[in-house]
């Protein structure tokens, strides 16, 4: 295929405004895939994206159109649509010069709407707005024509009205796809060059990475170097994603396609890194970033002769998620266990349900936290840490405010996007949680969109969820990492008996330490209450001693305990 007729394009939208759907119609009407009820969303191969309807790992297809008696192949680039999963959205992105941008004629602008067009649009690409489910009574799409004429700046008459469901004006997406989407600049004569913007591991082969070639070419049995590592490989097979495997010769400049070569783990083709031709060395592609964690939780085998089995299902699941940091960890009470590291709270929450669904596993996961930092001013410790600024991820080692200048946490700005009624309700929640709000515009007569700086923290809980509530629904929320901000923190005890209980330390922001420190205590209080009964029965019997934990000088029935862990 020459270049110019390749389009490589990804689709960005808010959860729920049909991304799967369209890109299954795109695939039927390019004979990727039969049309039949069985292929419904065969691009969320995933049974937790099944049941909450996210894309958690991309998948990628290529597509063979004609149009106007040319062959076309078009890239079609998957990504994971949430928040959490915004680098390797930018890496998809980057893949790509073209995005189609669907918007629910019925919901209009949410969002995640709004991150993924700024990501977009920072990479300069093409973007086509879509309004999706014109089928449906409720719709208004001249209302949001004009929302994204309004938020985005983008000319109203540049809107395709579709109804991924039915198919209606589907044959316009793939013709605006061709013709509005400019071909990758890229030439086979260059040197070999390849971002890799996904990357999976198979039992049998390895690492299979997801690779867009942004110059030159790469056969079989070529050496390869990934820049990020400098380790070299040799190419196994190389193939086009039609969304299977179709293995192929070769891989040219503005192809997309996979490639295998022997690598043993998903961390040795990170996204976002380069791969090129040990003979050729190039400059690596700009913007890679090694994953960041961002929450962290504690993970405990329910049980400890669970242990084994736990940890080879963690193992297996961060085979094939490099963003994924694991710590072993042991708590008192809980026994051994780990500190696993997230990209977002729901990296996490998907991590959870996969070892459960797809392990079987039972895990106690503990409420989740944010990594701090600390500036130290002991010139000792300095020394010991071999730097003067540290972070902090497991609270118990908090260090002193005597030998600390500065604490930081992490911030977040946050758009939140609702009707104008709830605006009052928002606001308040926001400021209770030491939210400052830098921006708030209306984007149409009766939706308000609001920006916040929050501290991540406030937010990492239940945030979400009371916004949702308070707003019948309608609110939605996204955010964007913000650096760092000094803050007044303190390391909060909880006492049992008089003595600290390690797993119980939080760090708090001092104006919100004496609310948070009676939540947990209440927590405790209302479970022992109900129990106390029961408890004392418990305790004539065998098989309640395994129910109760020692902490401290004190026990404490495991499930209470458990509790104000999780904080529910
Ligand atoms: P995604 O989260 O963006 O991938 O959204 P999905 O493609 O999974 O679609 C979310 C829901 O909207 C599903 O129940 C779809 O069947 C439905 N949906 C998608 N497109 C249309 C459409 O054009 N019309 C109607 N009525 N429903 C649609
Ligand atoms: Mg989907």
Same mark, same amino acid.
């Given at each position: ?5 390749? *389009? ?18 795109? !695939?039927e ?13 065969v ?36 990504? $994971?649509?949430?928040v ?5 959205? /930018? ?5 790509c ?33 879509i ?8 719709a ?8 994204i004429?309004?938020?985005f ?6 809107c395709?009205?579709? /109804?991924?469901?039915h ?5 316009m ?18 040197p070999f060059?390849?971002?890799v913007f ?48 179709? $293995?192929?010769? *070769?891989?040219?400049?503005?192809q ?56 080879s299902?963690?193992?297996r699941?961060t ?17 051994a ?33 944010? $990594?701090?930092?600390?500036v ?21 080692? #908090? ?10 946490? $992490?911030?977040?700005l ?16 926001? /400021?209770?949680? *030491? ?27 239940? #945030? ?72 004392? !029965? ?5 098989e309640?001693?395994k129910?109760?934990r ?11 305990f ?7």
């Amino acid at each position: 295929f020459p270049a110019d007729k390749i *389009r490589n394009f990804c689709i960005i939208a808010h959860i729920d405004h049909g991304k799967s759907t369209l890109a299954d119609r795109l !695939l039927e009407m390019t004979g990727a895939i039969a049309k039949t009820e069985k292929n419904k969303q065969v691009l969320d191969k995933l049974q937790v994206e099944r049941e909450r309807g996210i894309t958690v790992k991309a998948q990628t297809a290529s597509l063979f159109y004609s149009h106007q008696g040319e062959q076309y192949l078009l890239n079609l680039i998957d990504t $994971p649509g949430h928040v959490d999963f915004s680098y390797e959205v /930018s890496r998809s992105i980057s893949a790509c010069q073209g995005v189609l941008l669907i918007v629910d004629a019925n919901q209009g602008i949410q969002a995640q709407t709004v991150a993924n067009f700024y990501l977009a649009f920072e990479a300069q690409l093409t973007i086509i707005p879509i309004l999706n489910k014109i089928d449906l009574k409720n719709a208004d799409p001249k209302r949001v024509e004009s929302q994204i004429e309004k938020v985005f700046d983008i000319p109203r008459d540049d809107c395709i009205r579709i /109804s991924a469901k039915h198919g209606t004006n589907v044959e316009m997406v793939l013709q605006a796809v061709v013709n509005r989407i400019p071909p990758p600049a890229v030439s086979s004569d260059d040197p070999f060059r390849a971002l890799v913007f996904d990357s999976n591991f198979d039992h049998y082969r390895g690492v299979v990475a997801n690779i867009a070639v942004f110059g030159g070419r790469v056969r079989k049995g070529d050496k390869i170097v990934s820049a990020h590592l400098g380790k070299t490989y040799e190419v196994n097979e190389i193939g086009l994603l039609r969304p299977d495997e179709h $293995p192929t010769q *070769r891989l040219y400049a503005g192809q997309v396609g996979y490639i295998i070569a022997g690598m043993k783990d998903v961390k040795e083709a990170q996204i976002g890194d380069t791969l090129y031709l040990q003979e050729q060395p190039v400059k690596a592609l700009p913007g890679f970033k090694p994953a960041k964690a961002m929450v962290f939780a504690g993970m405990y085998p329910m049980d400890q002769s669970e242990y084994p089995g736990l940890r080879s299902a963690i193992e297996r699941l961060t085979l094939n998620d490099s963003s994924v940091t694991v710590q072993k960890d042991s708590s008192l009470a809980l026994g051994a266990g780990w500190r696993l590291g997230f990209l977002g709270l729901l990296h996490m929450e998907v991590f959870n349900q996969r070892l459960e669904q797809e392990y079987n596993a039972s895990v106690i996961v503990t409420a989740p936290t944010v $990594p701090y930092k600390a500036v130290l001013s002991s010139a000792k410790l300095i020394k010991e840490h071999g730097s003067e600024e540290i972070t902090i991820v497991n609270p118990a080692q #908090f260090p002193d405010r005597s030998v600390v200048s500065e604490y930081l946490e $992490p911030m977040v700005l946050g758009t939140i996007l609702a009707p104008d009624a709830y605006t009052g309700k928002i606001m308040a929640l926001c /400021s209770n949680r *030491r939210a400052i709000q830098k921006n708030m515009v209306y984007i149409d007569d009766q939706r308000v969109m609001m920006k916040y700086l929050f501290p991540l923290n406030e937010i990492v809980v239940d #945030f979400y969820d009371l916004l949702k509530s308070l707003s019948s629904g309608y609110a939605s929320f996204d955010y964007e990492n913000a650096g760092y901000q000094a803050a007044d923190l303190i390391k909060m005890d909880i006492l049992l008996n008089g003595r600290s209980v390690e797993e119980l330390i939080t760090i708090v922001h001092r104006d919100r330490a004496y609310n948070t420190g009676k939540a947990m205590l209440q927590l405790m209080e209302n479970y022992g209450g109900d129990i106390t009964r029961k408890m004392k !029965l418990l305790k004539r019997q065998a098989e309640g001693k395994k129910k109760m934990r020692r902490i401290g000088n004190v026990e404490v029935p495991k499930d209470a305990f458990i509790n104000v862990l999780k904080r529910k």
